[in-house]
């Protein structure tokens, strides 16, 4: 897909909002119903078949969030560049009502102007700009005209393979966003708008990721949105350290919780409560205590998840056994490995070798 045929694939109308730019045209509608896409609040999964509308509160559907979180399982059974990514463009001509995600999401301004309320923050978006929400955070989105195109883009904890490359590991609160937005189970709302408007660097380079994730089938398209996704983050990185009043946070990041993940992602295979204590420069429990507070997970849980992400990547690009696979990702135990697995996608890894292993475990 080239950049002219991405314009008209973004700007061509979906039946859907055909549908719904008669309906605000349509004078017979009543004004309120004629520019709501639903009448109540509600929070989606990543699989709209399992979108769930709620009448209570926003605080009682975040603590319904986590009861509900599509579990990992949905996103390895994706095949491609959509195991880890997904990019949609947002519905014009309605108002996307108050409403909550159990992902991190980040909205994308590619054309046009849009209002998006987040967290009772209202964001004035233009051309460039992002939008970053953690799971919990809720929003709404004023009605947008024909030329305004919203971009929703969904990331999977899968890819922090893509995005966790040691360049954008440090100091930083942009990593520490991120890091907490990928793997933190609590639902305390926090949200990021990046002012990058007329940076056509970052425009360039997210254009082009969007040419590679809406033509798959291309030769190495993954790979290529891969690193252009890499480099957009790299470049958000560079804009916001140089030019720090472009990076607006409801609530700055914690930074040492963002290295102590940081560290596990690096050494998950051998790491311990200790090792990471010893990195960090305090004890083992406060190391704990911290991740709990601030992820809604302990250090255990938290390391088998980056060592399942190393397992699937090698279960699903190489041909290494399963009992291999599982050395290489920490595990003494080929039995405690597929009960974590299990846990964690909801499955066994490689069915036809299953039998085989099982009997060798016994």
Same mark, same amino acid.
């Given at each position: 897909?080239?950049?002219?045929?991405?314009?008209?694939?973004?700007?061509?109308? %979906?039946?859907?909002?055909?549908?719904? /730019?008669?309906?605000? /045209?349509?004078?017979? *509608?009543? #004004?309120?119903?004629?520019? +709501?896409?639903?009448?109540?609040?509600?929070?989606?999964?990543?699989?709209?078949?399992?979108?769930?509308?709620?009448?209570?509160?926003?605080?009682? =559907?975040?603590?319904?969030?986590?009861?509900?979180?599509?579990?990992?399982?949905?996103?390895?059974?994706?095949?491609?560049?959509? /195991?880890?990514?997904?990019?949609? @463009?947002?519905? /014009?001509?309605?108002?996307?009502?108050?409403?909550? $995600?159990?992902?991190?999401?980040?909205?994308?301004?590619?054309?046009?102007?849009?209002?998006?309320?987040?967290?009772?923050?209202?964001? !004035?978006?233009?051309?460039?700009?992002?939008?970053?929400?953690?799971?919990?955070?809720?929003?709404?989105?004023?009605?947008?005209?024909?030329?305004?195109? +919203?971009? &929703?883009?969904?990331?999977?904890? $899968?890819?922090?393979?893509?995005?966790?490359?040691?360049?954008?590991?440090?100091?930083?609160?942009?990593?520490?966003?991120?890091?907490?937005?990928?793997?933190?189970?609590?639902?305390?709302? &926090?949200?990021?708008?990046?002012?990058?408007?007329?940076?056509?660097?970052?425009?360039?380079?997210?254009?082009?990721?969007?040419?590679?994730?809406?033509?798959?089938?291309?030769?190495?398209?993954?790979?290529?949105?891969?690193?252009?996704?890499?480099?957009?983050?790299?470049?958000?990185?560079?804009?916001?350290?140089?030019?720090?009043?472009?990076? *607006?946070?409801?609530?700055?990041?914690?930074?040492?919780?963002? #290295?102590?993940?940081?560290?596990?992602?690096?050494?998950?295979?051998?790491? %311990?409560?200790?090792? *990471?204590?010893?990195?960090?420069?305090? &004890?083992? &429990?406060?190391?704990?205590?911290?991740?709990?507070? $601030? %992820?809604?997970?302990?250090? !255990?849980?938290?390391?088998?998840?980056?060592?399942?992400?190393?397992? #699937? @990547?090698?279960?699903?690009?190489?041909?290494?056994? =399963?009992?291999? *696979?599982? #050395?290489?990702?920490?595990?003494?135990?080929?039995?405690?490995?597929?009960?974590?697995?299990?846990?964690?996608?909801?499955?066994?890894?490689?069915?036809?070798?299953?039998?085989?292993?099982?009997?060798?475990?016994?």
């Amino acid at each position: 897909m080239t950049l002219n045929e991405l314009n008209v694939f973004l700007a061509e109308l %979906t039946e859907n909002e055909k549908i719904s /730019r008669e309906r605000y /045209r349509d004078n017979s *509608v009543p #004004e309120q119903f004629r520019n +709501l896409t639903k009448p109540l609040v509600y929070y989606y999964t990543l699989d709209d078949n399992l979108s769930i509308q709620i009448n209570n509160s926003p605080q009682h =559907v975040r603590n319904e969030v986590l009861q509900r979180r599509t579990p990992p399982s949905f996103h390895a059974g994706m095949k491609g560049v959509e /195991r880890w990514l997904c990019i949609q @463009k947002n519905p /014009r001509f309605v108002t996307h009502v108050d409403h909550m $995600h159990t992902y991190f999401e980040i909205n994308y301004m590619y054309s046009g102007v849009c209002v998006n309320i987040v967290d009772g923050h209202r964001i !004035v978006m233009e051309p460039g700009d992002f939008v970053f929400m953690k799971p919990g955070s809720v929003h709404s989105i004023l009605k947008t005209r024909e030329t305004d195109i +919203l971009v &929703n883009i969904i990331l999977m904890p $899968h890819a922090a393979s893509a995005i966790l490359d040691k360049t954008l590991i440090g100091a930083n609160d942009l990593s520490s966003f991120i890091i907490e937005a990928l793997y933190s189970d609590t639902t305390r709302p &926090n949200h990021l708008f990046l002012k990058m408007r007329n940076t056509e660097s970052i425009q360039d380079a997210m254009a082009r990721l969007m040419c590679e994730y809406f033509d798959p089938d291309q030769v190495a398209a993954e790979v290529l949105a891969e690193s252009y996704l890499r480099t957009v983050f790299a470049l958000l990185w560079r804009e916001s350290t140089l030019n720090p009043e472009k990076a *607006v946070y409801a609530k700055k990041p914690n930074s040492m919780v963002a #290295e102590i993940i940081s560290y596990i992602h690096e050494n998950c295979v051998d790491c %311990t409560r200790n090792s *990471v204590a010893d990195h960090i420069g305090y &004890n083992s &429990n406060y190391i704990s205590s911290l991740l709990v507070e $601030h %992820t809604g997970k302990s250090f !255990v849980t938290i390391r088998n998840g980056f060592r399942m992400e190393r397992a #699937e @990547k090698l279960l699903s690009s190489t041909d290494i056994p =399963v009992r291999d *696979v599982a #050395e290489q990702c920490g595990f003494t135990n080929i039995t405690q490995f597929y009960k974590v697995y299990r846990e964690y996608f909801g499955r066994l890894p490689r069915k036809e070798n299953q039998a085989t292993d099982s009997k060798s475990a016994i």
